[in-house]
């Protein structure tokens, strides 16, 4: 069950409570509670010391139970994981044993221990591979881009120069140069609008379609809006995909060459709260995710112009590729 941790200075934090401790998605750690107390037979002196090492016994099995619990993505959870692989299973108690103390409490005989594991970076690295071995479909960006002149709206054009200069020293005269296929692609449906349709009424659209790109550049992360989608099911790893199923991030490639080396999204409650978070700021570009992708929850859907415009924008694609992605909940 989602809770709120709620600070002077900070937004909103997405808190998974349990009885044995809790998940916070918003930083990516999760903490364990611990209780002991000792025999009463033992002298006064090392009954504090002894009542404080039962407590980190029981914090680190119920951060043990916790952390099997954790959804990986839409298919695993890590308890699965721990069951198919050696590997993850001998790498997560190692994770566990190294677990930080973040609080220490002893009153009235009893101890109170906190012990907090991250579950970035290493714990990243550890799942990836197992994940990748999951089945995902094939990377979006691998098919090639159709360049069609659309509605405004939905879709931006590619970064290029149909009219370069040439000889500037001897001439103002722009030249019609085509020096590639995209381009090529582009030009032939610009003439034939011009042949079908006014030439006032292309210029237009084509200044249209030109403000739309100028005012949708430079974006410094990617903020999905998922606030509507009562049944996401948070995730260390969650997808997105466009409407055909296809994951647009992350892709193997994300996860399995070094591109990402920590959690590939965070979340929020908020999107104000979002778009001021330091991971996207300060000009996300932000989308609306439409829906779960069929059964699995933790996978987003979201729409033909988004992806549309995440193919064309070099500033997303870096942001995706320094996992520059939040994810906004419902409460």
């Not at 409570?17 to 002298?43: H, R």
């Not at 590619?158 to 019609?176: I, N, R, V």
């Not at 032939?188 to 200044?207: D, F, H």
């Not at 104000?272 to 779960?292: G, Q, Y």
Request: charged share 20%; aromatic share 6%; with cysteine.
């Amino acid at each position: 069950m989602c809770a709120l941790l709620a600070g002077v200075s900070h937004a909103d934090e997405v808190v998974d409570q349990m009885a044995g401790g809790s998940i916070n998605w918003s930083s990516g750690v999760i903490s364990a509670y611990g209780y002991g107390v000792a025999p009463d037979d033992e002298p006064l002196v090392k009954q504090r010391l002894l009542a404080r090492r039962a407590a980190q016994l029981d914090a680190y099995r119920n951060l043990a139970e916790m952390v099997k619990g954790v959804r990986v993505s839409s298919e695993t959870l890590v308890e699965q994981m721990v069951a198919q692989s050696d590997r993850i299973n001998t790498s997560l108690q190692g994770m566990i044993k190294g677990a930080a103390m973040t609080a220490d409490h002893y009153q009235n005989d009893v101890a109170t221990v906190t012990m907090t594991m991250s579950l970035d970076g290493r714990f990243i690295q550890m799942i990836a591979p197992e994940v990748v071995k999951s089945g995902m479909t094939a990377a979006w960006y691998d098919k090639p881009v159709q360049w069609v002149l659309a509605r405004t709206g939905q879709f931006s054009w590619p970064e290029m120069s149909l009219f370069p200069t040439a000889g500037a020293a001897e001439s103002t005269q722009k030249l019609f140069i085509i020096d590639n296929p995209n381009q090529l692609e582009l030009v032939k449906e610009i003439t034939r609008l011009l042949k079908a349709q006014p030439q006032p009424q292309v210029i237009e659209q084509l200044e249209k379609q030109i403000e739309f790109y100028e005012n949708n550049s430079n974006f410094t992360g990617i903020l999905i809006d998922a606030s509507q989608i009562g049944n996401f099911e948070l995730a260390t790893i969650p997808r997105i995909r466009n409407q055909k199923g296809d994951i647009i991030y992350p892709t193997n490639d994300d996860l399995t060459h070094g591109r990402i080396k920590g959690r590939p999204v965070s979340y929020d409650f908020d999107v104000n709260d979002a778009v001021r978070n330091a991971r996207i700021a300060v000009k996300p570009l932000i989308i609306k995710a439409e829906s779960t992708y069929k059964a699995r929850n933790s996978d987003l859907v979201i729409g033909e112009a988004a992806v549309n415009l995440i193919k064309t924008q070099q500033t997303l694609q870096k942001a995706l590729g320094n996992a520059e992605v939040m994810i906004v909940v419902s409460r």
